[in-house]
T-cell receptor, first 113, second 114 residues
Framework: KAGVTQTPRYLIKTRGQQVTLSCSPISGHRSVSWYQQTPGQGLQFLFEYFSETQRNKGNFPGRFSGRQFSNSRSEMNVSTLELGDSALYLC????????????FGPGTRLTVL | AQTVTQSQPEMSVQEAETVTLSCTYDTSESDYYLFWYKQPPSRQMILVIRQEAYKQQNATENRFSVNFQKAAKSFSLKISDSQLGDAAMYFCATCRGGSEKLVFGKGTKLTVNP
């Protein structure tokens, strides 16, 4: 079974631009969560989608948004990029139940210049 | 709100020895889960072990075991017979029951010396 895939793996943008990151969960998984990882703040939860609905949201500004498609693939978008948005963005998927293990993707490394 | 504290930014261990990584947490939830994740230099986060808070028995997975002290809100990870492949960042995390939202500690970087 293929693991969680994230595209692109690396991205360089400039301040003020917007970016869209993609996550394909493990086949059959319906929940997708997004995390931001930085050296200063560590791992922080962004949001979680389940069956195309946002089920949980972290404490990030409205510039961070996401969505999930009917095939469970998810995208997250960051508008008006700031230098502080430079981070590793991790996606995790889990199966049917809330007790299921979350499987993480390799991440997308975003650099904002 | 839930918080997780890992007081050891870095730890080292000799190959084949045992090491214990510390984690304390705070939560007001009665239904919650605790996890240890491993993030090797390649960056893919992997679940090492998990513990349901309602279970008194400590979880074990091969060379990995936890010491879960619920009253003290402590959740340490013991790695026995350490191997070079165990070198990684280790994150302690928690989530409340009914949620997928993980709250992570800052991590402990484990070095395994040959």
């Amino acid at each position: 079974k293929a693991g969680v895939t994230q595209t692109p793996r690396y991205l360089i943008k400039t301040r003020g631009q917007q970016v869209t990151l993609s996550c394909s969960p493990i086949s059959g998984h319906r929940s997708v969560s997004w995390y931001q990882q930085t050296p200063g703040q560590g791992l922080q939860f962004l949001f979680e989608y389940f069956s195309e609905t946002q089920r949980n949201k972290g404490n990030f500004p409205g510039r961070f948004s996401g969505r999930q498609f009917s095939n469970s693939r998810s995208e997250m978008n960051v508008s008006t990029l700031e230098l502080g948005d430079s981070a590793l963005y991790l996606c995790a998927s889990s199966g049917l139940g809330l007790r299921d293990e979350q499987f993480f993707g390799p991440g997308t490394r975003l650099t904002v210049l | 709100a839930q918080t997780v504290t890992q007081s050891q930014p870095e730890m080292s261990v000799q190959e084949a020895e045992t090491v214990t990584l510390s984690c304390t947490y705070d939560t007001s939830e009665s239904d919650y889960y605790l996890f240890w994740y491993k993030q090797p230099p390649s960056r893919q986060m992997i679940l090492v072990i998990r513990q349901e808070a309602y279970k008194q028995q400590n979880a074990t997975e091969n060379r990995f075991s936890v010491n879960f002290q619920k009253a003290a809100k402590s959740f340490s990870l013991k790695i026995s017979d350490s191997q070079l492949g165990d070198a990684a960042m280790y994150f302690c995390a928690t989530c409340r029951g009914g949620s997928e939202k993980l709250v992570f500690g800052k991590g402990t970087k484990l070095t395994v010396n040959p």
